[in-house]
C-alpha cells in the first residue's frame, strides 16, 4: 500500500519559494515525491533517519547537492514534507 503525503501549509511555502528558485529541478522534486509515495526506502532516495536537533525526521534526496526532510509516520503509512534545500538549508 503507498504511503500518503501530506503537505502543510508551511511546507508549501517553502516549496513554491525552491520551485521558483529552482525551476531546472521541478522534474527531479516530482520524481522524488512519486517515489517517496510508492516506496520510500526505495534506493534513490536515500532516506536516512537524521540526529540532533532533527532527531524526528528523517532526509531524502532530491539529488546530490538537494535534501527533503520529513517526518515519516510508519503505523499511518503518511508522510509530512517538513523542509527542501541544500543540505546546509535543511540541517540549519
Known amino acids: 500500500m503507498p504511503f500518503?503525503?501530506?503537505?502543510?501549509?508551511?511546507?508549501?511555502?517553502r516549496a513554491k519559494k525552491f520551485a521558483k528558485k529552482?525551476?531546472?529541478?521541478?522534474?527531479?522534486?516530482?520524481k522524488t515525491l512519486q517515489l517517496l509515495e510508492l516506496n520510500p526506502y526505495h534506493p534513490a532516495?536515500?532516506?536516512h533517519?537524521?540526529?540532533?536537533?532533527l532527531k524526528d525526521?528523517?532526509?531524502?534526496s532530491i539529488n546530490v547537492s538537494y535534501r527533503l526532510t520529513i517526518e515519516l509516520i510508519l503505523e499511518d503509512e503518511t508522510?509530512?514534507?517538513i523542509n527542501i534545500?541544500?543540505?546546509q538549508?535543511?540541517?540549519?
Open 45 to 47: 532516495l536515500r532516506l
Open 22 to 30: 529552482h525551476p531546472e529541478l521541478k522534474q527531479q522534486y516530482l
Open 85 to 87: 534545500g541544500t543540505h
Open 57 to 60: 525526521l528523517h532526509s531524502v
Open 49 to 53: 533517519k537524521l540526529t540532533g536537533r
Open 4 to 13: 500518503q503525503l501530506v503537505f502543510t501549509d508551511s511546507y508549501i511555502k
Open 89 to 92: 538549508e535543511v540541517y540549519r
Open 79 to 81: 508522510i509530512i514534507p
